[in-house]
């Protein structure tokens, strides 16, 4: 616990939050829509700042429930590129991809809370 910077799983939702902001800009229609555009950076971002938070914690209960977190934001950034897919706004190859990586993104916090929680005889 401590060193954020070192975890794989940091790494790849901070390089996944990266992707987003360039695609919120590239993609005309979706530069546009403001609303949509803020929500999808919004809960990438929060992806690998509840990561970085919960290994800063000092206990795996206050840990875990930031690991959580991070899990949600990762339905919601795939809710809503799918959604961005669906009115045009990403073509299907682009958001295909998004959502495989933010799959795998998704089992690998899973991987992680089930390490952070005790086991109990």
Do not use: C
């Not at 929060?46 to 991070?70: T, V, W």
């Amino acid at each position: 616990m401590g060193n954020f910077q070192q975890l794989l799983i940091w790494q790849k939702a901070k390089d996944l939050a990266v992707s987003i902001y360039s695609v919120t800009e590239v993609h005309e229609k979706l530069a546009k829509d403001f609303r949509l555009k803020a929500q999808m950076q919004a809960a990438s971002v929060s992806i690998p700042s509840n990561i970085a938070e919960g290994d800063e914690l000092g206990s795996n209960k206050q840990s875990i429930r930031h690991f959580r977190i991070a899990k949600g934001s990762t339905a919601e950034i795939i809710t809503q590129i799918i959604i961005a897919q669906e009115i045009g706004y990403l073509d299907a190859e682009t958001a295909q991809s998004l959502i495989e990586k933010y799959k795998h993104l998704s089992l690998m916090i899973t991987n992680l809370i089930n390490a952070r929680t005790p086991k109990h005889p």
